[in-house]
């Protein structure tokens, strides 16, 4: 439970994270929570050379009124994203699905730029933003620019961010009153999901995204498609791992996971629609 | 809910704190690790990345030029530093095969974790990068991880020995052979059922952590490690390494949990100090978590095919066993045992008259296996209170009737079991009415008609386990008869300093029990004083007397026991000097309170204070006798100690996904007179916990190449204060008649009557979809397979 040597710089700002990490190269890795990073190099199957620590980078850690939308900064720790007032008023998926990342510890620890960064399948609230259509807004040498969720996850672990690029906020719609339910389906309360499901409902539309069915977070459209062609909820259900494509491991085969995606959805759409 | 006896209250039976506790949880406590050892030299092992390989090439070189390391050796560079191979001290049969086994591997690996080359650096850092730069070039072979694969020596994985077969062991009861056969054959129920025993990983809080150092003259080597067996090890290192045994000690600073992992010698401890001498300098090693999952013993590991007959109306008639087991690749220092431990158990708590077991045990190529909390007697009971499931499901009857008509009755004790074995005492039926009781059984079952209709999404299900514990390791004759090698009993030192301070020094070998303050309150209850004037002195086998340590839930009813007995020979010694100070016959003083007083005339009188520094002084004791007021007492008890008890565990499952939930969780244990209650919750909480987590959470997965795939504990599900249930906890008090103190062990029962409660209500909930066994761990996954195969089965 060693890491592999590394060099560590602190950053105060994000403009000086950003040029710390551009002189160091591909070696190097922005360091917030550390739930995600810190474990891979204690069993060094991460071995940056150099860390760059945005932990105390104070001015991004905030949850704001932004009109339509919740500003979440990149450094809010997922705790205060699980109490936040503002976020249960306008958000409450989000703010609810906060309180199912990992234990307690990670909770105080973990950062919502983080999560969204390291781009894991597994995790709740990569998922649960993309399923509520939020938008990532990334600061790189030459200024910022927004990404959508729905365009930000390529692969496993891997996100449109560029090498040198920082996640610095986090914009999620007001949710409007929707119906929405979070569904995490663990063997411990602390683990990753086995499959989680995000879901609301407003009127005619919904949004689903599924918790480790693939190698990034998805949306089930087919579902969302279905309810709006006038499906039932149980026959939506049904098309819940069309789009996925569900790896087997010690928990669970693809067969096991399909199926509880199809379970899981259901009971996420009932639950939003009452 | 405890069924009290009329003993006076006093501090014996009171729920004091526990005095170990403000260390443990401020972090003040001082383990292994926390030793500061100026100038050691740090160790790193090469570990296998194989299963199965013959070694080809070590190429040191890169390592050796690395900063801070010191040296680099092959196990071949070390060969000649062994005296004898590491030690099983449990040769089950005369033919039993046993491969050499050496702290580091010479010629060909035999598990993923075993060690081809060691590194010494400066530092930990050091050390383990280094270990990165050493090049091992494998000639890999097939793995072996199914036992009945390993039986058939398609691949033979210790080329000396030929077979994959260590030994097969019966317990040949005279008269039963035959007779087995004919009650099988005249049965009017029968059961024959497959149970599987999954590999389970020990999980200690504190990983292994050793730290060998010379002294400077004369050539006296003092090993500190986490260890539960400082005695055992002593000896073991001195016969292993060629020290002679006068020159080791052996000290273990805290240790944080053992559950059997740390009874044992183990390749680290053999390397520090062998490192050590050569090098003139201390040694240290800190095992990292997944190494602990890879180098430190698993637990489990067994295929039990489980056969009962029965007469029509469910009176149990044969018990017949095959038991398969599974050593791993090695066998560590008890490891052929451990399935011995459960020999005489597969009858349980039953009246059975007859009784055949067989034993035999392979190796795999994956981590030895050995002692693990219960240590056979967790498997035994599974089987029998699996089977007795089976068969009331078979017969149409309730599970908990059926145990009622074979309960070994209260008046039946002390039982001579058709085992040999002598049952000291027990009162199943108690046990079992008051689970029942607090579990509100019958209410459960009427719940269930209601709920577990056709097409229920969530359907109810209550278990039980009755159990009885062999334990508190034990009369030495009867081990003898085991060919175990080594005795059952247990030494105790009581010492009244001047001032009337006691201490003792204990051969038990606490790591998280409470000793200290059980064996505390033991004295202040004999001599009179006050818990808090007692020292407990142990694990440091410099100033303990020789032990046995701690396993097998012994030290009460052994090692509590002889301190016990050493008191009262105290109060023999003091009774003495204070008939000659009161100028009393012996025989008219009476003790109590701590003092002696002439029967009728209290005012004649002399405290045990006033006795301890007569006695130190010495100026006016009676002719011939010895100064000091100490005793010393080794004690082999006349039996084992037989706690028992009845758990019973309500679940619900969801149908659609398998996932189980525990509703409710009763656990009543009897471990006869209860020295600190507090202590005996604590055992039975995490007894029960660690028997709950084989049933739903915890397995060691091996996949065909021989690699352990959830070697961290992000994977291997230990369970949570977040995933378990609250416990009703009852007691009935059943004291032992075997020794003085009407007590029983306790650290094991937990365990061991856990496991089939919870899985015998998995199955209760989902008999109504034709599902008849569920394998543990009985994870969301599994249960959902085993519903699909029942509802499958059903459609065709």
Redesign the interface.
Known sequence: MIPAAFEYVRAESAGEAISLIGQHGDEAKFLAGGHSLLPLMKLRLAQPSVLVDIGRVRDLSYIRDAGDHIAIGALTRHMDVETSALLKQHVPLLAHAAGHVGDPQVRHRGTMGGTIAHADPASDLPATTLALGATYVAQGPNGTREIAAADFYQGFLTSALAPDEMLTEVRVPKMQGAGWSFQKFNRRAQDWAIVGVAAWRRNGSAGVALVNMGSTPIMANAVSAALAGGASVADAAQLAADDAEPQSDLNASIEYRTHLAKVLVRRALEEASN | MTVTDDRPAGVLGSRLLRREDPALLTGEAKYTNDLHLPGALHLALVRSPHAHARIVSIDLSAAKAAAGVVAAYTGAELAGLWAAPMPCAWPVTADMKNPAHFPVATTKVAYVGDAVAVVLATS??AA??AV?LVDVRYDKLPAVIDLEDALSDRVVIHDELGTNKSYKWDLKIEGHEGAIDQAFAAAAHTVKERYVQQRLLPMAMEPRAVAAVPQPFGGDMTLYSATQVPHILKVMTALTLGIPEHQMRVVCPAVGGGFGSKLNVYAEELLCVALARKHKLPVRWNE???ENAHATIHGRGQIQDMELAADADGRITAVRVRILGDMGAYLQLVTPGIPLLGAFLYAGVYDIPLYDFSCTSVFTTMTPTDAYRGAGRPEATYAIERAVDALADKMGIDPMELRKRNFIRKEQFPYTAMTGLVYDSGDHLAAAQMAAGLADYDGVRARQATQNVPGAKKRLGIGQASYFEMCGLAPSRVLASLNYSAGGWEAATVRVLPTNKIQVVTGTSPHGQGHETSWSMIVADKLGVSPDDVDVLHSDTAIAPLGLDTYGSRSLPVGGVAIAIACDKVIDKAKKIAAHQLEANEDDLEFAGGTFSVKGTPERSMPLAAIAFEAFTAHNLPDGLEPNLEAHVTYDPPNFSWPFGTHICTVEIDV??G?VEVLQYVAVDDCGNQVNPLIVEGQVHGGVIQGLAQAL?EEA?YDTEGNL??A?L??Y?V??A??VPGLTLGHTITPSPTNQLGVKGIGEAGTIGAAPAVINAVVDALSGLGVTSVPMPA???NV??AIQAAQNGASK
């Open positions: 930990e850092t383990r990068d990165e990292e978590r997944g659609e996904t996932q959470f997965v795939k959830n961290s992000a994977e599900l369970p949570a977040s995933d994870s969301p996954h959902w397979k």
